[in-house]
């Protein structure tokens, strides 16, 4: 009766040091330096525990590649070191979200602490008077854009918000998203614009055939000057308009997060970063601190 236990306890010794044995073999190689090479057995060895290795492996050769030039700067990083670096940061889902959610609330805090305030204190300053003399409170144009046989081709929605317009002169032009300037701005008058009104009168960039056009530009419009039916004239020439910060009349004229973002860097602090920047600064900092020289490599050559 006694002979099957020792069996079984022999038996259980073998795959226990077996065990060992496979797991000594991948720990030494994974102690390599990533500059060296793992055989096929060892890398067959180290699959059956990390099913991600083949594919983390070849990534790693790709990236020594890339820096081989600078190899002795690296040379220190392990393969265990950097797979372990991967797994619990770099490639971390939940350790970004850790990390995003972290930065969100100190920005969050700190916009409502010292920007907020002064954000609101220009807009104050500057309302009424943004309001009742930017040319653009008076005229509000709205681009329609589309494409015809591949050539991209807009008209325009004209709204007069406060009163009657007389007379009014617009500039326009197809740029990249974003884009704040044009050195190419078309210039119209009131009567011109509005001739462009609708899909059958629509204007076309003949030069252009990029039927993806519109994917990555926009249209830029800016309402110059503008005269009401009273006579009264108000133009972005004005002297008065001028003493208005840039920023301020992009907010009256669109406002949203962007342009008070915008109002933030030049109004309130230079260096002001948005959230999405400052949490992506924060994040790119904790990965940095996780491993200063695995960040390194991965950041430039991954």
């Not at 805090?109 to 040319?135: C, I, M, S, T």
């Not at 210039?187 to 629509?202: F, G, K, M, P, Q």
């Not at 920023?247 to 009256?252: D, E, G, I, L, Q």
Request: contains cysteine; glycine residues 2%.
């Amino acid at each position: 009766m006694l002979k099957p236990c020792f069996t079984a306890i022999r038996l259980a010794g073998v795959c226990l040091l077996t065990t060992l044995l496979l797991s000594a073999c991948g720990s030494k190689a994974m102690e390599q330096t990533i500059f060296s090479r793992i055989d096929t057995k060892e890398m067959e060895k180290l699959a059956r525990s990390k099913s991600d290795f083949y594919v983390f492996y070849e990534d790693v050769q790709n990236i020594t590649r890339r820096a081989a030039e600078y190899q002795a700067a690296y040379s220190s990083i392990t393969y265990k070191e950097l797979y372990e670096y991967e797994t619990k940061y770099y490639l971390n889902s939940s350790f970004r979200a850790q990390e995003e959610n972290k930065a969100g609330a100190a920005f969050d805090a700190e916009y409502d602490r010292d920007v907020r305030p002064a954000l609101e204190l220009q807009k104050r300053k500057w309302g009424d008077f943004v309001k009742n003399h930017d040319p653009n409170q008076y005229l509000a144009v709205e681009a329609v854009t589309g494409i015809w046989q591949s050539h991209p081709e807009f008209y325009f929605i004209v709204r007069e918000p406060k009163a009657p317009v007389k007379t009014a002169s617009i500039s326009y032009d197809g740029v990249v998203k974003g884009a704040k300037t044009s050195s190419e701005l078309e210039t119209v008058s009131l009567t011109e614009l509005r001739a462009i009104n609708n899909s059958d009168n629509a204007s076309v960039y003949d030069g252009i055939t990029d039927p993806l056009y519109w994917d990555t530009h926009e249209m830029l419009i800016i309402v110059n000057r503008v005269e009401l039916m009273d006579g009264s004239v108000y133009s972005l020439n004005d002297p008065e308009m001028k003493q208005v910060p840039a920023s301020v009349r992009a907010y009256f004229a669109n406002p949203c997060r962007e342009t008070e973002d915008e109002m933030a860097r030049e109004l309130v602090n230079p260096y002001f970063k948005t959230r999405a920047e400052y949490v992506e600064m924060n994040y790119q900092e904790a990965l940095r601190r996780a491993n200063p020289l695995c960040y390194e490599l991965l950041k430039n050559y991954k």
